[in-house]
């Protein structure tokens, strides 16, 4: 089956740093991928869309330059997230859209702590 | 504009019970529903998808739901709880298939022995 990853699975930081944060599509090519964040006993949040080659749409209220997206391939996303604070702690899921099929897959999230 | 609502923060049934998760949506053009499914820790995992075919959506691990255009419902439901539906379970509404969607708060299903 399709299957999304995202690295690292946790991470924590001191405030002030930057964390890169992965999506990978294993096993199909994903020309749109999707960021949300997610708070304790929250819903998701989409905060971006990723297209591969071009540069991503952010939702009302992101700010582009703190949350950096790069989707340099059919199968990588990346988000960065520049300077973090710790009121940028968060569980962030990322889902990508098989090409050919359409259909979305999350990825298993990445919880950062940022101290 | 799209949004969801899910009735309901916590849910609890006894283990063989009914479950029964209400969700509300409003789109200003036809939907596309979806319902995951969230262990602790863990992303999303997609339980059922309707997309226009039938009303009536049948899932994995025994789910299903009805999508009701009159009363904009979309209710999840399984005859028979177990133990491993302890969950978080999020409603979703999107313009396409595989478009960005728009989550409901989510519904913390417990199931009790």
């Known amino acids: 089956g399709a299957v999304v990853s995202q690295h690292p699975s946790w991470v924590i930081c001191k405030s002030g740093t930057s964390v890169k944060i992965e999506c990978r599509s294993l096993d199909f090519q994903a020309t749109t991928m999707f960021w949300y964040r997610q708070f304790p006993k929250q819903s998701l949040m989409l905060m971006a869309t990723?297209?591969?080659?071009?540069?991503?749409?952010?939702e009302q209220g992101v700010e582009k330059d703190k949350f950096l997206i790069n989707h340099a391939s059919l199968t990588l996303s990346t988000l960065t997230v520049t300077s973090a604070h710790p009121e940028d702690s968060s569980f962030y899921i990322c889902?990508?859209?098989?090409?050919?099929?359409?259909?979305?897959?999350f990825g298993p999230g990445t919880r950062l702590t940022v101290t | 504009a799209q949004s969801v609502t899910q009735l309901g923060s916590h849910v609890s049934v006894s283990e063989g019970a009914l479950v029964l998760l209400r969700c509300n949506y409003s789109s200003s053009v036809p939907p596309y529903l979806f319902w995951y499914v969230q262990y602790p820790n863990q992303g999303l995992q997609l339980l059922l998808k309707?997309?226009?075919?039938?009303?009536l959506v049948k899932g994995i691990n025994g789910f299903e739901a009805e999508f009701k255009k009159s009363e904009t419902s979309f209710h999840l439901t399984k005859p028979s709880a177990h133990m491993s539906d302890a969950a978080e379970y999020f409603c979703a509404v999107s313009a396409t298939n595989a478009g960005k969607s728009t989550f409901g708060d989510g519904t913390t299903l417990t199931v009790k022995p």
């Open positions: 309707y997309t226009s075919a039938a009303t």
């Open positions: 990723s297209n591969e080659g071009s540069k991503a749409t952010y």
């Open positions: 889902s990508a859209r098989n090409r050919v099929s359409y259909e979305q897959y």
